[in-house]
């Protein structure tokens, strides 16, 4: 059996420099397969677009998907919080889910995207609002905005 010298440290500095370093390189890794994957998307969709303008029917021969996780537990709240308390004015939920969207390299412009975080982002806020942790108001045109509670 080989044997195993002491440390020559006292502290963890070296491991938890590994172990930072390696934390980073895997965040960068899964907002690089986040944006690939988004982009794959698009294109299938732009295909199916085209094939639709030439007549073609297109098939949805897509194996069956469960709900695509894009937050952990949290995270879309801890998103919706941080940009209301940085916002200067209250927001609707689609310029909120724009916002986060943009700020986690997915594309605003993917529309069923967008209306799947409106959607996402408007049932968080009501539950941030029984919270507490939001407020709600009306703007100008009688549309619902929020801000941060904190704000108001």
Same mark, same amino acid.
């Given at each position: 059996m080989a044997r195993m010298d002491r440390a020559r440290t006292?502290?963890? %500095?070296?491991?938890?420099?590994g172990l930072l370093t390696k934390r980073v390189d895997l965040l960068a890794e899964e907002v690089?397969?986040? %944006?690939?994957?988004?982009e794959i998307k698009n294109d299938v969709a732009a295909i199916d677009r085209v094939l639709?303008?030439?007549?073609?029917?297109? %098939?949805?021969?897509y194996a069956?998907?469960?709900?695509e996780v894009l937050y952990g537990m949290g995270q879309l709240t801890r998103a919706i919080l941080n940009t209301l308390r940085v916002s200067d004015k209250p927001l609707a939920p689609r310029e909120l889910a724009r916002v986060i969207l943009i700020g986690d390299g997915l594309d605003p412009q993917d529309r069923k995207l967008l209306d799947e975080h409106t959607r996402r982002?408007?049932?968080?806020l009501w539950g941030l609002k029984?919270?507490?942790l939001?407020?709600?108001?009306?703007?100008d045109d009688r549309k619902t905005v929020w801000a941060s509670a904190s704000a108001c």
């Open positions: 006292a502290t963890f %500095e070296h491991t938890i420099s690089r397969l986040h %944006e690939r994957i988004g639709r303008t030439f007549g073609y029917a297109v %098939e949805t021969e069956p998907r469960r709900r982002v408007s049932k968080t029984v919270r507490g939001a407020h709600a108001s009306k703007d």
